[in-house]
Structures are given as C-alpha cells and as structure tokens.
C-alpha cells in the first residue's frame, strides 16, 4: 500500500524558509515522478512542483520560480521541496503526490496518491 507522509510545515515570516520531507513507502520510489501539491482554504488544490524520477528533470509553477527548489533521495524513498522567500500567498495545506510515469506533469489527474499534508503559514 502507497505510504506518503509529510513533515516540516509551520508558521514563518515573510520572507522566511521552510524545507518539507515526505517519506515514501509501498512502491518502488525511483520508478515514478514525485509532486508537491497544495490546497489554500477556499481554493482548488494545485500542483506546484514536480521531479522525475532519477532527478534530472524539475518543474515549477511561475508563482514560485527561484524561490522553491524539489528534491529527492532513492535511497532513502523521500522528497523534499525547500521553500525561501516565503509569500503569504504561499499559505496552503501542502501535499506529497506520487506521479503515475517516471516524468512530472503539470497535471492533477497524473496524481495518483497523496499523502495528508502538512501546513505552512506565512504571516507576521
């Protein structure tokens, strides 16, 4: 069973850092491309950033360009996503998402698990 569980989130400044982990278990994690979604209260979820599988291809949304950076180990089945110059528009419940191929897609659909968040605030 796909085990996906996230840790790191907070309440940080504008203009802080948070570095997210997620922990990934009952697939074989370096066969899929790993995703960061998140979902703002009121909002649709939305697919932020995403890897592929061997770490050589990253994606981003605009929005957060420069200031987000994914990662991932294989060998040790987690995913990171390091956040700086954080925006108060940032504010989401923010989730690990497996991919369904070894390429990230900018797609929701291509979600196929997601683990139960983690939540970053940003406020003064």
């Known amino acids: 069973e796909v085990s996906l569980v996230e840790s790191g989130g907070g309440l940080v400044q504008p203009g802080g850092s948070l570095r997210l982990s997620c922990f990934a278990s009952g697939f074989t994690f370096d066969n899929y491309a790993m995703n960061w979604v998140r979902q703002a209260p009121g909002d649709e979820l939305e697919w932020v950033s995403g890897?592929?599988?061997?770490?050589?291809?990253?994606d981003y949304i605009d929005s957060v360009k420069g200031r987000f950076t994914i990662s991932r180990d294989n060998r040790r089945k987690t995913l990171d996503l390091q956040l700086n110059n954080l925006k108060p528009e940032d504010t989401a419940t923010y989730y690990c998402a497996k991919g369904r191929f070894r390429y990230p897609e900018r797609e929701l659909r291509a979600i196929t698990n997601r683990g139960q968040g983690t939540q970053v605030t940003v406020s003064v």
């Open positions: 890897i592929s599988a061997f770490s050589g291809q990253t």
